[in-house]
T-cell receptor, first 114, second 113 residues
Framework: AQSVTQLGSHVSVSEGALVLLRCNYS??????LFWYVQYPNQGLQLLLK??????LVKGINGFEAEFKKSETSFHLTKPSAHMSDAAEYFC????????????FGKGNQVVVIP | DVKVTQSSRYLVKRTGEKVFLECVQD?????MFWYRQDPGLGLRLIYF???????EKGDIPEGYSVSREKKERFSLILESASTNQTSMYLC????????????FGQGTRLTVV
């Protein structure tokens, strides 16, 4: 079964500083990769995804992520944090074979400090 | 825009009650999912369905069942609610194909007392 690792359940970042959220997956065959964001009292919303092609993927709200096969990673970054980025972020993977079962990491709660 | 609608935002039920959580999507998606979200545990898959009347168990199906009689509707059933089923429940839908993203409803926060 796929597993997804997100380290650090709570991440504090100063307004204007770099946001870096790490995601690693365990699979010999690279899966499809997704980042979702959840604002308070809302469902999840897609930030970006990697399926094929360019390994640097740009998403909404200035976020981007880079797929690195050699490191089995799909880290999420944003150059300059904004107060509105305070939310919970989830990395998710879907295997390229087998059942369509999206597996999620445990999430990172991002706090932006003014 | 894709819309996934969950019938209730908040529910309070008593231990032992039979509980129905309803989810409707309006984009003709083949796949539908029920997840449970708990602090520090992320989202855990309870059941998913890839077609009408078809279902597969997820990672934590115990104590739950599902029903999908129509393509747009996927129901989660707690046969006899227990306090350890107090949680946030999220419904999602997607097109078939593993490279497609899932679209989520707003969630139902269920409290079992």
């Amino acid at each position: 079964a796929q597993s997804v690792t997100q380290l650090g359940s709570h991440v504090s970042v100063s307004e204007g500083a770099l946001v870096l959220l790490r995601c690693n997956y365990s699979s010999s065959v690279p899966p499809y990769l997704f980042w979702y964001v959840q604002y308070p009292n809302q469902g999840l919303q897609l930030l970006l995804k990697y399926t094929t092609g360019a390994t640097l993927v740009k998403g909404i709200n200035g976020f981007e992520a880079e797929f690195k096969k050699s490191e089995t990673s799909f880290h999420l970054t944003k150059p300059s944090a904004h107060m509105s980025d305070a939310a919970e972020y989830f990395c998710a993977v879907n295997p390229r074979v087998g059942n369509n079962r999206l597996a999620f990491g445990k999430g990172n709660q991002v706090v932006v400090i003014p | 825009d894709v819309k996934v609608t969950q019938s209730s935002r908040y529910l309070v039920k008593r231990t032992g009650e039979k509980v129905f959580l309803e989810c409707v999507q309006d984009m003709d998606h083949e796949n539908m999912f029920w997840y449970r979200q708990d602090p520090g545990l992320g989202l855990r898959l309870i059941y998913f369905s890839y077609d009408v009347k078809m279902k597969e168990k997820g990672d934590i199906p115990e104590g739950y069942s599902v029903s999908r009689e129509k393509k747009e509707r996927f129901s989660l059933i707690l046969e006899s609610a227990s306090t350890n089923q107090t949680s946030m429940y999220l419904c999602a839908s997607s097109l078939s194909g593993m490279n497609t993203e899932a679209f989520f409803g707003q969630g139902t926060r269920l409290t079992v007392v």
